[in-house]
């Protein structure tokens, strides 16, 4: 059986040791959550079907897993980046449906298979 790889066990690095020290204690309790955050995130976004805005896949991940939109829209930027093997892609400007501001959109870049044993 074949099954689509998604990893995210990159430990992150959410605040800095210039930042105030609640925002280090609010992202020392994120890190934590960031897997299933991410996870939330990327199935949202492929169950939405088309080319998103991260408020867009927010929203839905609130309505389908509970939780603040904001935690979840944080999420597209790291999705997007190296460090977290570009998950996903930009795919151009539009309106948010959410927001009515113009705004970047994403879609899951094809990952490669792996094979269950």
């Known amino acids: 059986m074949n099954q689509q790889c998604f990893a ?6 959410l605040s800095r040791r210039s930042d105030p020290i ?3 204690k609010s992202a020392a309790e994120t890190e934590p959550k960031l897997g299933p955050l991410h996870r ?3 199935a949202c976004l492929k ?12 929203g839905l991940c609130v309505k389908l ?13 790291e999705l997007a980046s ?3 093997g ?17 705004a970047m959109t994403f879609r ?8 269950e044993s």
């Open 8 to 13: 995210f066990d990159t430990p992150a690095k």
């Open 22 to 24: 609640t925002s280090q």
């Open 86 to 102: 570009f998950k996903i892609e930009q795919a151009g400007e539009r309106p948010c449906e959410v927001t009515g501001k113009s």
């Open 108 to 115: 899951v870049k094809e990952q490669q298979l792996c094979r």
């Open 82 to 84: 190296k460090k977290y």
């Open 47 to 58: 169950l939405r079907g088309r080319a998103s805005t991260a408020n867009e896949v927010a």
């Open 65 to 77: 897993d509970g939780g603040m939109a904001e935690s979840y829209r944080k999420r597209a930027g």
């Open 40 to 42: 939330s995130f990327m």
